[in-house]
């Protein structure tokens, strides 16, 4: 070893990590240079490496390093860097355990193995499993059991580039105690002579391929017929979470670095010293296939290295072929892919249903209903927001229960919301009546303390308390009335007979504002409900305004000029060019396919065109003009069909006559 760097490890000393009995390494200002490689072990050989863990903790702002060269301190160690799971087995006559935490990404690479150079350092060699990292700052730890037999007395453990590395010396070998800790029993091997009630007997791939297999019940395996003869069968799922074992994920095989998407070789070992993939029961038959059984525990082994991974025969993902089932045709003891949603609620079990389409809905989601498949294992606790996986997922059902849940979408399409209970639904009873309404001027009321009177066909949920007004037409003519509210609120007009007219719930999507259009002849009066949504109740203004007809029977025609003034009119509509100006909606047909020319001239105001498709909800197309006066002329490819022609204004000041004419561009 240099003198130089031999006199500065004497320099240095190392201390307890407080008290958890684990030497820790004190770190150096600056890593020791590359020197040649003098001695390595990888995580493919016997009495090697051997990767404890490697990813996530629950330690936050934890970093440094630490030595262990017995059980106990072990224990102190595992615990310093934040490990939670049960502490692994490790033959402290041949190896000592390594320790780093500190902070990094979601995505540690595969650690294949250490090396010690004439320096006395100590470097990791890695591989990257995956091509695309997401770049977030978390814990991490890497727990290592590194062989004696390769370690001088002092060394410098340089665990992750560029940060710290660390000085350590290293003990002697401690006499064994009195009473070893008993070694476990040996775990029967996976290959049996026979099985008695096979799930499935499956084609065994080529010698050094793997697989996508299909038990009897639908459910995907791995098979793997290694170089070496041996085979291994992998369920093609696994716990997507630690703590969540009855929620699963798909396992993919990835070609290119010979591993499992779940970061486990081709036998199922894990890569980064978590637990092994769910291994299964087989036997061999005679004619080149294999029966297969139940999953049984993976004896411990060597990691695979890449270059003995098996070629793959067929695709990388499984069920990509399944078909997909509404929930009610769900079949039973099988395998399926479902266009429904697992949601854990506020409150019981994870349970399988359809979400609510409908967005307020959504908002007020709490959970499937009782009567829902549940997911067995699943527990049954309060929670304080609703997780929903989206659709659509992968179940087996038996006898009404979920015994097999597998999210289809491998993380991607999941949210968690806080969703306090909805207000408690007001009494039914006589709506409170209010009084009379007149043209023009505002009427203010509030709902809270009324009963719930009116049960309205535009509300997904009732609930809420209401109030009545009456209007009289002083003339006949086209009438809006609309309501401001500081609740989610709705509104409904009513026959004096008591027959339904027209009903809205939110103005272009806005839960505080509402609005109605109606024909009414001189003299008729119609019932004004002010109503809300699922409970909701509170204070609001009402008002009635006349509105004028748009000309023709707001008709459009190519060549055709048309003149309106949307001082006159209400605010209906919201463009995704943005528009918050009063609007007039005009109707156009196209009976040829092609280029038509849209122009709009406004007087001391800026105009906003958009085109809507029969019945679609987003604007085809939406332009704003560029200034007051300026004419806005615009061209658009239109298919065949019937649209809806709004001018709108960007703000409520953008309002006024205006001059509207489409026309096909000439060719």
């Not at 995505?107 to 997401?134: M, N, Q, S, Y």
């Not at 463009?575 to 918050?580: D, I, M, V």
């Not at 003009?625 to 806005?632: A, K, M, N, Q």
Request: charged share 20%.
């Amino acid at each position: 070893m240099p003198r130089v760097f031999s006199s500065l490890l004497f320099a240095l000393t190392l201390s307890l990590a407080g008290c958890t009995g684990a030497l820790r390494g004190t770190a150096l200002s600056e890593a020791p240079k590359p020197a040649a490689v003098t001695a390595r072990a990888t995580a493919a050989e016997p009495g090697g490496l051997r990767v404890l863990a490697n990813g996530r903790t629950t330690r936050w702002e934890t970093e440094g390093a630490w030595l262990a060269t017995d059980e106990d301190e072990l224990g102190a160690l595992w615990n310093a860097v934040g490990k939670e799971e049960p502490l692994p087995r490790v033959d402290f006559d041949t190896h000592v355990v390594l320790g780093v935490a500190y902070e990094g990404g979601v995505c540690e690479p595969e650690i294949e193995a250490i090396e010690v150079d004439a320096a006395g350092t100590l470097r990791l060699r890695t591989a990257h499993l995956a091509g695309e990292c997401i770049l977030a700052a978390v814990s991490v730890a890497r727990v290592l059991a590194v062989p004696r037999r390769i370690l001088p007395p002092r060394f410098v453990f340089l665990a992750t580039p560029p940060r710290p590395a660390y000085a350590f010396d290293l003990p002697a070998t401690k006499p064994k105690a009195s009473a070893p800790t008993p070694e476990p029993p040996p775990v029967p091997p996976l290959e049996r002579p026979s099985l008695p009630a096979p799930l499935g007997v499956v084609a065994l791939p080529a010698r050094g391929h793997i697989a996508l297999r299909t038990l009897d019940d639908g459910r995907a395996v791995w098979v793997v017929a290694h170089r070496s003869g041996a085979i291994s069968v992998l369920s093609a799922d696994n716990p997507a979470y630690e703590n969540s074992p009855w929620l699963r994920k798909k396992v993919q095989w990835l070609p290119r670095v010979g591993r499992f998407g779940s970061e486990h070789d081709s036998a199922g070992r894990s890569v980064q010293g978590a637990p092994p993939l769910e291994t299964r029961l087989f036997a061999r038959q005679s004619d080149g296939r294999i029966a297969i059984g139940d999953p049984a525990p993976l004896a411990p082994g060597l990691i695979e290295p890449r270059a003995e991974a098996p070629t793959l025969e067929g695709s990388t993902e499984p069920y990509t072929d399944l078909p997909l089932f509404p929930l009610d045709e769900l079949p039973e003891g099988r395998i399926a892919l479902v266009d429904s949603a697992l949601v854990l609620g506020a409150s019981g079990p994870m349970r399988l249903c359809n979400e609510p389409t409908n967005p307020k809905l959504l908002d007020r989601f709490r959970g499937c209903p009782d009567d829902a498949p549940a997911v067995v294992g699943s527990p049954w606790e309060e929670r304080s927001r609703v997780t929903i996986l989206t659709a659509p997922v992968i179940v087996r059902r038996r006898r009404g229960a979920l015994d097999l849940a597998i999210w289809a979408s491998d993380g991607i399409g999941g949210i968690a919301v806080e969703r306090p209970p909805p207000p408690p639904p007001a009494p039914r009873g006589a709506s409170r009546a209010r009084g009379a309404l007149t043209l023009g001027a505002a009427a203010r009321g509030d709902t809270r303390g009324a009963n719930d009177g009116f049960s309205l066909n535009c509300v997904a949920a009732g609930g809420s308390p209401d109030e009545t007004w009456t209007f009289t037409a002083p003339r006949s003519g086209l009438y809006a009335i609309q309501l401001e509210s500081d609740y989610d609120g709705a509104l409904a007009l009513y026959h004096a007979g008591g027959g339904l007219l027209t009903c809205n719930d939110d103005r272009y999507g806005y839960g505080g504002s509402s609005i109605v259009h109606v024909s009414l002849a001189r003299g008729a009066q119609v019932q004004v409900v002010v109503d809300g949504f699922g409970g909701e109740a509170g204070a609001y203004t009402l008002r009635v305004q006349e509105e004028a007809p748009l000309a023709y029977g707001g008709v459009l025609e190519l060549g055709r000029e048309v003149a309106g003034d949307t001082t006159k009119s209400t605010d209906d509509h919201v463009a995704n060019c943005t528009s918050y100006g009063n609007d007039d909606a005009w109707s156009l047909e196209i009976k040829e396919s092609g280029p038509y020319v849209f122009r709009v001239e406004a007087r001391g105001w800026t105009p906003v065109l958009s085109i809507l498709a029969d019945g679609a909800t987003m604007p085809h197309a939406c332009t704003m003009g560029r200034s007051p006066g300026h004419p806005l002329v615009k061209e658009h490819h239109l298919e065949r069909g019937k649209y809806k022609i709004i001018v709108d204004g960007p703000q409520e000041k953008d309002a006024g006559p205006y001059r509207l004419r489409v026309d096909r561009k000439a060719p």
